[in-house]
């Protein structure tokens, strides 16, 4: 039992307990992390972001046959499960650390851990566009310096650890004097805290390998516990950017020129089969265009790095409104309002995007036509919606998601799944029954009820009776879209074809599509939609009407001209469709959505 009291050297067995428990010990400090968080964005998620790595880690069974077996699938784990700055640091300086040493074998000596130790280091440091000291990088770079000075003395890894951690915990503390927004606010690194913790729950694990629950003398003392919130400058860019690559035909080079072209805060991890980017931007659409012509894009995650800050800084209004990506919102309602957008994800061909921010109509129609590629669409990603709705939830007093119809999208079901391990009346998720233009009036008028300072009940109650009083005809340019659909029979497809009959398509009571009419050209079609509109004038009044379109703003100006001529009503907006709804209504439809001040019914 020796081994187990001193750790002399460590087998694979040991190796993936101490990480699991190093992970599970890091979790503790999720919020702490959070807080503190002020470089290189303020936007408080560098908690939230290795949590989500450390789950991961933690529930990942790992082959620990041998040392180099356990160390590689753990860096490649890391690589495909890190987010956010310091999270694809710490997964680069597993990387390093997991490159093949042929002394440890089977068992890990101190010799050799310092040898992992200097690989995962300089692993780290490379990964980084533009290293900056003050970081978890200095945080890393000191523990490595402290275990090497400790290697004659050293005789196992409990003395290593337990002599180590001083060094490291001043360079924890000195951070707040090497960077300049650190020392303004008064706070330590919360990435150089983070490494800091982790290498404590090793230290837990070696001191004590039953420990189960942990001892507050493990903890450090009240200089680094003594913590202040910090808010900061507002982020140079709007959107933090990452993507899981494969296949890439480029050298990390020339895709790190292309994006520091493009952004900040650039980290570039790779392994044998992955290259994973981070970086913030104004522009993913672009990047991603350009990384789609050199490589497989596996995964996406973009988030509104802006809207963050703004949010923390003081959210507007006490209730937050979520939507999903089908919303055609304008992007300065959206910020003016402070409404949160959940993107859709879109597979074209074998690349992986993201609704509206990583691909557009022009975009999506481009590689329908000249590529013939097929596309498919799915719900919001469940990872995405929890991270979301956390965020929110520790800034506002509730929340209220409206969804693109439930008929439509299984984005409804996995919110109101989420939404339900919150506590009560915390988060209300509402069946929108409607998409595109007919969602955005919809929460355009929860929005106003928001501002009007309602109660979140009465906001979901009368959101619900608006339900009803929300429509949406569209004018499909192609039958063959709705026989794609399954929403006609391909018989009728083929004489549509023949004979240029226009299809107009609703959506019924539940949120279903529904054949609204036919039209016998696209004017006709036109007509027939405007009758709709005026049937619904001579009973009631509306209160708003908007214009959506497929990629066609030529047709879409005409039609609002059209219609705002037979109604007297002019649009609210004319805006493009989501690429979602451009997926499956095909391109060159126009539509109009109303909210009227009673039920409509078509």
């Known amino acids: 039992m020796e081994h187990f009291n001193k750790f002399e050297f460590i087998t694979a067995d040991d190796m993936e307990k101490m990480f699991k428990t190093a992970a599970q010990y890091l979790l503790t400090y999720e919020n702490q992390l959070n807080e503190l968080n002020v470089f290189p964005v303020a936007d408080r998620d560098t908690g939230s972001n290795l949590a989500q790595l450390m789950k991961r880690i933690i529930s990942t ?47 890990m000596t101190i ?23 003050g970081t978890i990088l200095t945080a890393m770079s000191a523990w490595l310096k402290a275990c090497e000075s400790l290697l004659p003395t050293a005789k196992n890894f409990v003395f290593l650890f337990e002599k180590s951690l001083p060094a490291l915990e001043q360079a924890v503390t000195n951070t707040q004097q090497q960077l300049k927004v650190l020392k303004h606010h008064y706070v330590i690194d919360s990435g150089a805290l983070a490494f800091y913790r982790f290498v404590e729950g090793m230290l ?66 790779q392994s044998p089969h992955y290259t994973k980017i981070h ?5 993913p659409l672009t990047i991603t265009n350009y990384i789609n012509q050199h490589a497989l894009i596996e995964n996406q995650k973009v988030e509104r790095i802006r809207s963050q800050w703004q949010v923390i800084q003081q959210a507007k209004y006490r209730i937050a409104l979520v939507v999903d990506s089908s919303a055609d919102i304008d992007p300065a309602i ?16 074998k690349q992986h995007l993201l609704d509206r921010l990583t691909i557009d109509l022009t975009g999506l129609y481009k590689e329908l036509h000249q590529e013939q590629l097929a596309a498919q669409s799915a719900a919001v990603t469940p990872e995405v919606a929890q991270r979301t709705l956390n965020f929110l939830a520790n800034y506002y007093e509730s929340i209220i998601v409206i969804t693109v119809s439930s008929q439509l999208s299984a984005t409804h079901q996995l919110l109101s799944q989420i939404a339900a391990g919150f506590p009560e009346g915390k988060i209300t998720v509402i069946d929108s029954k409607r998409n595109s233009a007919a969602h955005v009036l919809l929460a355009m008028s929860v929005a106003r009820n928001i501002k009007n300072g309602l109660d979140h009940q009465t906001k979901c109650e009368k959101t619900k009776e608006a339900i009803a009083n929300t429509q949406i005809w569209v004018a499909v340019d192609e039958f063959k879209t709705m026989v794609r659909s399954g929403r006609a029979p391909k018989l009728i497809g083929l004489l549509a074809g023949w004979s240029h009959i226009k299809p107009i398509v609703s959506l019924d009571k539940s949120g279903k599509p529904s054949l609204a009419g036919i039209g016998l050209g696209l004017q006709h079609a036109w007509s027939k939609i405007a009758k709709k509109i005026q049937h619904v004038q001579a009973q009631k009044a509306i209160s708003q009407l908007a214009i959506v379109h497929t990629d066609c703003f ?11 001529n037979k109604t007297g009503i002019q649009p609210a907006f004319i805006a493009p469709t989501s690429t979602v709804i451009g997926l499956r209504a095909g391109q060159g439809c126009v539509g109009v959505a109303i909210i009227s001040e009673g039920p409509v019914y078509d």
């Open 554 to 564: 030529e047709r879409a100006n005409s039609f609002a001209r059209y219609i705002q």
């Open 61 to 107: 069974h790992y082959p620990t046959s041998s040392m180099d077996d356990f160390l590689k699938a753990l860096a490649d784990d890391a690589l495909l499960g890190a987010c956010g700055n310091s999270g694809m640091i710490f997964a680069a300086f597993l990387a390093g650390f997991s490159q093949n040493n042929e002394d440890d074998l089977t068992q």
């Open 111 to 133: 010799g050799a851990f310092l040898h992992r130790l200097r690989k995962g280091v300089n692993k780290a440091y490379t990964a980084v566009s533009q290293p900056v000291e």
């Open 334 to 349: 959206l910020q003016n309002e402070q409404i949160h957008v959940l993107p859709l994800n879109m597979r074209v061909g």
């Open 204 to 269: 837990s694990y070696l001191a004590n390998p039953t420990l189960t629950v942990f001892p507050e003398s493990i903890k450090t003392n009240d200089k680094i516990d003594d913590l202040h919130t910090a808010l900061s400058a507002p982020p140079n860019y709007d959107y933090c950017t990452e993507m899981l690559l494969s296949h890439l035909k480029i050298d990390a080079s020339t895709l790190e020129n292309m994006l520091k072209s493009a952004g900040d805060s650039i980290v570039i991890n």
């Open 279 to 283: 970086l913030h931007t104004n522009d």
